[in-house]
Structure formats: C-alpha cells, structure tokens
C-alpha cells in the first residue's frame, strides 16, 4: 500500500508531503485545482517518461518520492530478478535534473525505467480512461479468467515448457538447414580430410624432414668434411690429440713448480677430455652416415605434400594442418550424424509438446469451468450499476497452436441492452459502461487476489446519484481487503470515504501552487455540502451532507 507522498517542485505543486492509510481514500476539488498533477506525479512512479515542462523552478531539481508497505506482496523474487535491495518499506524516487536529465531509484539504488515499470505495476494501478480501454484487450480479458480459475502455476509451468520447447524447434531448424548445406560440402570435406590423414602428419616433423632432407642431399660434401676434420684431429705427426696430448706430457713436468703451471695443466687436461670426446662423435657421425638415396627421395616426397598441403590452406605450420584435419573431422562427423541428432531433437520435442497439450487441457478446463461464475457476478454487479440488462457471451475457441496462455482463443462479447447482438466489448460498450464493468472486474479480482494499490480517477463520470451510492459501496467493500482510492466529483461517492482529502489551489506570494489537504470531520461536512449546492453552503446542504456521511 501507498503510505506516503512526497512531491518537490513538480507543476504547481512547491512542496507537498502527505501520508495515507488503508481502506477508502478520497481525493475531491473543483475542476483544474490540480488532481491531474497527483496523478501525473505518480505516474512518473510507474515509470512514465520525464518532461522538463513539468518542472515549477527549472533551476531547481523536482523529486517525486512514494513510500510503500509491501510486506503482503510477496516481491522478493522481483527485487531479486532485477538486482534490488528488498525493503518492506520500499522507497521509489524519481527526480528530474535542471538538465533535464531523469533519474530513478528503489530504495536508493539506482534503476532504469523498465525496472520502475516491472515494480510500480505491481504496486500502484491508476485506473483511468487509457486502462478501461484494458478491458478490449485479450490479454488482459484472460487474465481475469485466469485469476478466478487459479490457473496461476499452471501457466508458470506452462510457459516454461514453451519456452524450452521454442528453443528445441529452433535448434531443430538450424539442423535441418545445416544438412541441407553439409550434404553439399560433405564430399569436398571428406576430401580434404581424407587427403590429411593421408599424410600422416606428425607436429614438429617439418623441422626434422628438412633436417634430414639437407643431410641426404649432401652427404658427400658431409663426408669429406668429417673425414678432413677426423685427421686434422688423429695425425699421429701433426694431429691437434698428438699435440696436445705432448703439451699435458710437458706441462705435467711443470705442475709441481707452482700453483700456476698446475692450473694450465689442468685446463690442458680439461681440453683433451672435451677433445677425445669430440674426436669419438666425429667418428659417430662417420659411421652412422651413407648415402641413401631411397630414403631421400622419400623425405623429399614427404616434404612436397606438407608444403603442397601448408599452400592449399594458406598456413604456415603442421600444427595448424592439424587442427584444420580436427574442425573437418568434426564436420564430417557431425554431418554423417545428422539425421541421429535430427531424430533425438525430434523426440525430444515430441516429449515436450504432450507436456504442453495436458498443461494447456488443464489450463482449458479450468477457464471453462469458471466462465460461467464470472458471467453471473459481472451481471450481477452491473445489474446494481443500472445495467440490468447487460449480459456477456465468454466463449473459448480450441486451437491446433501453442500460445503464450495455452491453445485458446477467446470470444469476449457483450450486449448492453435486451434482445441485442453480442459484439466485442470495443464495439458494443460506451466509454461509461466500459467504465463500470471494469469497476466489477476489479471487485471480482478482489476477492481472488491480492491487488495492488488501485486509484480511480473520476471513475463515476456521467453517473446519477443512486448508481454513484453502489459504485460507493463497491469501492468500500474492495478497500476491505486492499487500499483504494478514488478521485470523484460526487458526494455520494466522496461520503463513503475513510479518508478524504481535498485539492485546491491558494495564491502564496502573488505565486498560485497546488495544495492537498486531509479533511477534518468538520471540514468534510462542509466539502460534502458544497458538492451538494455549491460554493454558498445552505442548512439543508449540510443536513444532507451529515446524513451521507452517517
């Protein structure tokens, strides 16, 4: 519920901060004193769009700030979906900046508009001309249906399925279209895969085929170069080994004269190790190598298909060959196995849409049997609105297709008068008659669910006064169970009222502003009595005034 009202610098309001209570609440005033601006600032709550027009001092910031108790909402999965901070006594704050840059908060977190819309439309319902148009509208004709059926988790559960089951038919289309494309790729792909495997690539083989490759193709030069260097190092008379084997021989003679000779000769020593060592790879490599021109007509064989394969796909490494090899293998596994995947997404679809047709039978079978409830209580209620002989033809239509509610669609048809055609509400109900009908829908949906804060405006337009008094009395009956608030010109209407508050404009330094007021019993007799005769109240206009409020 609504419990407070805080509104700075918006239209001709400077500065206003008013608290509300449960039940009926009144709003009255003369005709421009300023109604519309209560409504508009609230709107501006629900996430209706900023406009610096509507700033008093545009040097100044407007704030706009509702307080409400919504600890019997049961929001904690909203606040939570959208990011929020959840209060019992939720505060939402919208300010309009100099600038004309718009900002909003929930409990001083920062929100965009759709989140103050996902909110506010659960916690403030301004009912005004724009909303009764609601009632044309199908959606909002099966809500109700669905809300006296208690149809609520089934359609949860329902549209959870749809959605899964939507994603499978996608997944099922992108298949079908990416056989029709593989089929036409998949010779090519194989191909091209079966070409890769033929290689038989190894990572890090080209390095070693080339290696190998520059080996075999000059093995005589090879030859010769460690034969020349086997004798430059073995000479008996001139080899580097015979050398330096004589100077260790000469400088083990010295060792023993000092620390620095014995140094050398170690170092000496060292060297002839790492020589012999040397030497014996020399003669490895010797031994180990002959031409082989069989093994290199094959390594250059190996070598033209790498470099054949590394310019047919435009990359520089085996590595990269290989994972190109991965990717077409997996398509062309994918596409070999297509109608296998085709035929589990089909089953697994086929699961799904007998889940949906029991959800949407039960679902249809809830709606049905509640219509003709709803029926009764609609011309029931209006018959007390001075429509006694409206009547309603709720039909549904059975369809092959998954909607967003299940596979119904829906004839929601009126007649005003006896003996008339039933039409669409949009063409057989008048703007007052669509006015009282939305007044019993809201009176019926209270008794099914908890309803958020709901606010009239000049609901009783065109009324007379012994239809206004019922309308009266349904409202009071609503705010048993909810709060209610109700903007009227009717003191019939206004008399009914648990609170009631009072609009009018006053001059304050020669500055007119927009002020709302809670009306004292003794100031609501009067307020009454001057919507019974006038502004010049008569003893009789405050008689009848007392007998309405009591």
Do not use: W
């Amino acid at each position: 519920m609504l419990t407070n009202l805080a509104i700075k610098n918006y239209a001709l309001i400077d500065e206003l901060n008013v608290s509300f209570n449960t039940g009926l609440t009144i709003i009255t005033g003369e005709t421009g004193a300023g109604k519309s601006i209560l409504l508009g600032g609230l709107s501006l709550i629900l996430g209706k769009r900023a406009d610096l027009s509507n700033v008093k001092d545009k040097s100044k910031k407007c704030i706009i700030e509702a307080t409400f108790d919504i600890a019997k909402y049961n929001l904690k999965s909203i606040f939570k979906s959208e990011d929020l901070d959840y209060e019992t006594q939720t505060i939402i704050r919208r300010e309009i900046l100099p600038s004309g840059k718009s900002r909003a908060f929930i409990n001083d977190t920062p929100v965009n508009l759709n989140s103050l819309q996902v909110l506010g439309e659960r916690l403030l319902d301004i009912h005004s001309q724009h909303q009764t148009l609601q009632l044309t509208n199908d959606n909002f004709q099966f809500q109700v249906i669905d809300a006296l059926a208690n149809n609520e988790k089934i359609l949860i559960n329902y549209s959870v399925v749809l959605k899964e089951f939507k994603r499978l038919k996608g997944e099922l289309l992108e298949l079908q279209d990416k056989k029709s494309v593989a089929i036409k790729e998949l010779d090519y792909n194989s191909f091209l895969l079966n070409e890769l495997e033929g290689a038989k690539l190894i990572s890090g083989e080209l390095e070693t085929l080339e290696t190998e490759y520059d080996t075999l193709n000059n093995v005589e030069e090879i030859k010769e170069k460690l034969s020349l260097s086997n004798d430059l190092m073995s000479n008996e008379d001139i080899g580097i080994i015979s050398n330096l084997t004589e100077l260790k021989h000469q400088f083990s003679k010295l060792s023993g004269y000092s620390n620095q000779y014995h140094s050398i000769f170690s170092r000496i020593q060292s060297s002839l190790i790492e020589l012999d060592d040397v030497f014996s790879e020399i003669e490895n490599l010797q031994e180990q190598l002959e031409a082989d021109p069989n093994r290199l007509e094959q390594v250059n064989a190996k070598l033209q298909i790498i470099n054949n394969l590394l310019q047919k796909h435009t990359v520089s490494s085996i590595e990269e060959l290989l994972e190109i090899k991965e990717e077409l293998n997996s398509k062309v596994f994918e596409t070999e196995n297509l109608d296998a995947f085709i035929s589990k997404k089909e089953d697994e679809i086929n699961a799904l849409e007998l889940k949906l047709i029991s959800e949407a039978e039960s679902i249809h079978s809830n709606r049905t049997a509640i219509i003709p409830k709803l029926v009764s209580q609609l011309e029931s209620i209006l018959a007390t609105l001075g429509m006694a002989n409206a009547k309603f033809n709720i039909q549904l239509v059975p369809t092959n297709s998954f909607l967003n509610n299940g596979r119904d669609e829906l004839q929601f048809l009126f007649s005003a008068n006896k003996g008339g055609q039933f039409n669409e509400l949009k063409k057989s109900a008048s703007g007052g008659e669509l006015s009282r009908i939305m007044l019993a829908i809201k009176s019926i949906l209270s008794k099914y669910m908890h309803l958020p804060t709901i606010m009239f405006d000049e609901i009783d337009t065109g009324v007379s006064g012994e239809i206004s008094n019922k309308m009266a009395t349904i409202m009071q009956q609503m705010s048993k169970s909810m709060q209610v608030f109700t903007i009227t010109h009717l003191p019939q209407i206004a008399a009914k009222g648990d609170t009631h508050f009072k609009v009018f404009k006053e001059d304050v330094n020669n500055v007119t502003q927009t002020q709302l007021k809670q009306l004292s019993p003794n100031d609501r007799i009067v307020e009454i009595a001057q919507m019974l005769g006038g502004v010049d109240v008569s003893t009789s206009a405050i008689a009848h005034a007392k007998e309405l409020l009591n």
